[in-house]
């Protein structure tokens, strides 16, 4: 196993340059493991949620795993089919697109997530019963660690309201709308099971209620993941137990099996990036120590977009034992505070910081802010060092302006 200790990280620095994406791939097989035995004794199916981490090499590691993909974008869904995915186990999950966007996806053989009433009338106008439909409900339960993350609440814009169930029933009566799933992803970092088997109840109710041929219940994600030592975090182990059995009376009861569905991103890919950035300068100003590195919110924008703290480690000197309090910032032309107040050994210039917890969210929402490279990113499997993303050149800062003679 990959651990910070005894990987050489001033030698993959050296190799790769910095700043520089690292994942374990056996800490992403872990967390499919723990998932799997979480739920044994239901008919369970992982949909990795890739917008956490679109690296094509990650989604093929997915895939090796028999991992399935969910996707929200016709772009992810280009990866997926290059990752060797085949179209029907791809889940596309859109949010408010165009109707042309879902024939597109149709048409190329994808699984349709629908999440709005709109978009099924066209749907079913469209196509009648010929394609399985999975429906993105709402069912207005508030979890989620911030209003900005969580997704299920009353007036969140995804999925049909829970209290249209009439309205939806009407639509797939008039076009016999084959529909074969139901979903709900109440966003993220919720902290217990009740969130989830609340939301998975109402859509218990419904099934009963109005899909006899329901061949899945999706119930997203938002595992919550450790940052810090002390964090609070989805104990799966727990959350499996309740959820299987309430999962299992509902099949009982429903008179067949049915598939539960994940769609993980935050859990399967966080704990095994880490982003590895060099200290740049070590400024001590009156108030405060800071040490710049040579990243900002252009690579990993969670500290400052979310307030998500990710913990920081001075990988040239672990264990350092003269201290000091720091505050790590990025070199963008805006105030990108990686971490406040961390007690890290002494650092000097040239030091490789290391910030754990990038996996998820760090690379997919990168940007060319500052028109500054996107990083590498490597991947550490089975005791081999891969590059799995080139550092971008000027050529990709360039390549589409169109310069024109003034
Ligand atoms: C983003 C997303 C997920 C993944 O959420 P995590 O908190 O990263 O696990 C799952 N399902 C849908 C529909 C999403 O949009």
New binding site residues.
């Given amino acids: 196993m990959f651990s910070i200790q005894n990987i050489g990280v001033e030698a993959l620095a050296e190799q790769f340059g910095t700043p520089v994406y690292v994942y374990d791939g056996h800490k992403i097989e872990e967390q499919i493991a723990k998932m799997r035995t979480a739920f044994a004794g239901t008919n369970l199916k992982i949909k990795y949620?890739c917008?956490?981490l679109t690296n094509v090499s990650i989604m093929k590691l997915m895939r090796k795993n028999g991992v399935d993909i969910?996707v929200?974008s016709m772009q992810e869904a280009h990866l997926a089919i290059l990752a060797g995915y085949e179209p029907h186990q791809i889940q596309y999950?859109p949010?408010g697109v165009a109707f042309s966007e879902v024939q597109e996806a149709v048409e190329m053989g994808l699984r349709m997530?629908l999440d709005s009433l709109p978009l099924l009338e066209k749907f079913g106008q469209t196509y009648g019963n010929c394609f399985p439909i999975c429906l993105?409900i709402n069912p207005h339960i508030m979890a989620g660690g911030t209003l900005k993350?969580s997704?299920g609440h009353k007036d969140s814009k995804f999925g049909i309201s829970i209290e249209q169930a009439e309205e939806i029933n009407a639509i797939v009566q008039k076009y016999d709308l084959n529909v074969v799933g139901l979903?709900q992803?109440t966003?993220?970092?919720f902290k217990n099971a009740n969130v989830i088997i609340e939301a998975a109840e109402k859509l218990f109710d419904l099934t009963f209620k109005y899909f006899p041929n329901i061949q899945f219940i999706d119930l997203?994600?938002?595992?919550k993941v450790a940052y810090k030592e002390d964090d609070h975090v989805t104990d799966m182990e727990k959350l499996g137990k309740e959820v299987v059995k309430v999962f299992n009376n509902f099949c009982q009861k429903f008179g067949r099996e049915v598939e539960l569905w994940f769609?993980?991103?935050?859990?399967?890919v966080s704990e095994s990036g880490y982003l590895l950035v060099r200290a740049n300068v070590v400024k001590h100003n009156p108030a405060r120590n800071f040490i710049g590195v040579d990243s900002g919110l252009n690579h990993l924008i969670r500290p400052m977009m979310y307030d998500a703290y990710h913990k920081i480690i001075n990988g040239s000197n672990l264990d350092g034992e003269e201290k000091e309090m720091y505050d790590i910032v990025g070199y963008i032309c805006e105030t990108d505070t990686f971490g406040k107040d961390r007690l890290l050994p002494k650092t000097k210039e040239g030091d490789i910081m290391v910030i754990k917890n990038a996996g998820?969210?760090g690379f997919s929402m990168a940007s060319n802010y500052n028109s500054r490279f996107r990083p590498a990113e490597v991947l550490i499997y089975n005791g081999q060092t891969h590059l799995i993303r080139q550092r971008e050149t000027m050529e990709d800062i360039l390549k589409n302006q169109v310069v024109i003679d003034l």
């Fill in positions: 949620a917008k956490a969910d929200v999950t949010s997530n993105r993350i997704t979903h992803h966003g993220s970092d997203g994600s938002g595992f769609e993980p991103g935050k859990f399967l998820a969210y």
